[in-house]
């Protein structure tokens, strides 16, 4: 079954442009450097699959279209992956059903802490999200796609990535498990966490990303998660062959 994937967002927690920054990113005219919060949309023989509901869903579904939604696979409960949940009830009330929303038990836990009245008797006002929450950590299938949790570590907490087939979404990792690199083996194109060139605590430098880039083998690699100090327009690092940096609206058929 055919699978199209498109980066609805790839910029960091802040988003790019940052608030009231002036930097030469942040004032760029070049829209590869206009970066919303990260997510993929995969399309699925005709359905649709989010990875995470980030802050700027409702955006990133006018830009690139979201006529429907089948199910949702979160990384973790972050606040840049998780805060447009609320904009995903406008599917319930045009299917008439609950969404299938996969992830971490630890991630599960959190959307019910941080979207309590979802879960919690009372107003509906405008209608509330309902959600099927599925625990998951073990190999699974949707809508005709094995998906396989890649759990990787961002600081302290765990994240999944998803690999479906021969493509791999890795997002907000410093460090990859032994046991998931060879979840990773044979994967054809990987996106992958990038945050900037300085180190960071919890997420992959450009240098960092490139070496576990060069380590997995995937014939083409995109970066993503970018915050301000990557300019689309002159790139601090050279990337090796096969290695590309991400930008909203990057679509590509992984099947």
Request: glycine share 10%; proline share 7%.
């Amino acid at each position: 079954m055919s699978l199209r994937v498109t980066m609805v967002g790839s910029g960091t927690s802040t988003g790019v442009p940052v608030i009231g920054c002036p930097c030469a990113v942040c004032t760029s005219d070049n829209p590869r450097n206009k970066r919303t919060r990260p997510g993929l949309k995969l399309e699925i023989g005709g359905r649709i699959v989010l990875v995470d509901t980030p802050t700027d869903l409702r955006v990133q579904a006018l830009r690139f279209g979201l006529p429907r939604l089948d199910a949702v696979l979160f990384t973790h409960p972050h606040a840049d992956h998780i805060f447009g949940l609320d904009d995903i009830r406008i599917f319930n009330f045009r299917q008439g059903a609950a969404i299938p929303c996969h992830g971490s038990e630890a991630t599960l836990a959190a959307l019910r802490r941080t979207f309590a009245y979802v879960f919690e008797a009372g107003q509906e006002g405008g209608g509330k999200p309902q959600l099927d929450l599925i625990p998951v950590r073990e190999p699974f299938e949707l809508l005709g796609q094995t998906v396989v949790p890649v759990p990787v570590w961002h600081g302290s907490m765990e994240v999944f990535g998803y690999r479906l087939g021969g493509f791999a979404y890795v997002t907000d990792c410093n460090v990859i498990p032994e046991a998931s690199f060879d979840l990773l083996a044979g994967v054809e194109i990987l996106i992958l966490d990038a945050l900037r060139y300085r180190p960071h605590p919890t997420h992959f430098s450009l240098a960092e990303a490139i070496a576990a880039a060069e380590r997995i083998g995937a014939r083409r690699t995109i970066f993503t998660h970018f915050s301000h100090d990557v300019d689309h327009d002159a790139p601090e690092i050279s990337l090796p062959a096969g290695v590309e940096l991400g930008y909203d609206g990057l679509t590509f058929d992984a099947a």
